[in-house]
């Protein structure tokens, strides 16, 4: 395409894009026009300082007038394609933002969907499994000290510690996924280690069902 063509394509179209409006000002060259004006003006006051014949004087004076003619087209149709391409990065931008925001708000929708239909469900899942955890592990240090009470040495070794080992140079307790688990109560489950009313466990594992560690 021309760069005539391209400049007056972006004029024409009310749809022009930001793209089309940059290569349209991309394609006007001021300098260029501006130095063909002053060589026609130059071209002319050498014909009248030489008295160049009368047809000759007529043709370099349209010959400037062409000139300052495209020179002013150019920089009209700069100023104009300069306003609009503005309003089209404005447009793109908020376009591109309602875009983002629509994905935005189907994501959050999804997730919140999803939160409803299976969050609850495990959450009272995950309490259940704790709480049985819990009892598994008060059972095992109580046998546990029934054992060492009368010497015997072949301790049951704990819940977690099989579950999830712990480097001897721990102290496995403070690892407990009891104790690092915090579940905030919600209608329809029940919350763990929250600290608010409902919640099992508890900050300081004053429930007796997970108080030994």
């Known amino acids: 395409m021309k760069i005539i063509e391209i400049i007056r394509s972006a004029l024409r179209s009310p749809d022009a894009t930001a793209s089309d409006l940059r290569a349209a000002l991309a394609a006007i060259d001021i300098a260029a026009l501006e130095a063909a004006v002053v060589a026609a003006d130059r071209n002319r006051t050498g014909l009248l300082l030489d008295y160049g014949t ?23 149709a700069r100023a104009e394609l300069s306003k609009r391409l503005v309003g089209a ?17 189907k994501e959050a929708a999804a997730v919140a969907k999803m939160l409803g239909e299976k969050w609850l469900k495990m959450q009272g899942e995950m ?22 009470s009368i010497g015997r040495s072949d ?7 099989r579950a999830f080992p712990v480097s001897p140079a721990l102290y496995a307790p403070l690892y407990s996924i009891r104790r690092q688990t915090a579940l905030m ?12 009313d409902g919640a099992s466990g508890g900050a300081g594992f004053t429930d007796g069902r997970v108080a030994a560690l």
């Open 127 to 148: 309490v259940a499994l704790l709480e049985r955890l819990g009892d598994a592990e008060n059972a095992v240090s109580e046998l546990n000290q029934r054992l060492s």
């Open 155 to 161: 301790l049951v070794k704990s819940v977690e510690e």
């Open 89 to 105: 990065e404005t447009r793109e931008a908020s376009d591109a933002l309602d875009a983002e925001r629509a994905a935005v708000e």
């Open 185 to 196: 109560p919600l209608p329809g489950a029940p919350g763990w280690n929250s600290g608010v």
């Open 54 to 76: 009368e047809a000759a004087l007529d043709k370099a004076d349209e010959a400037l007038k062409a000139a300052i003619r495209e020179r002013d087209r150019a920089n009209a």
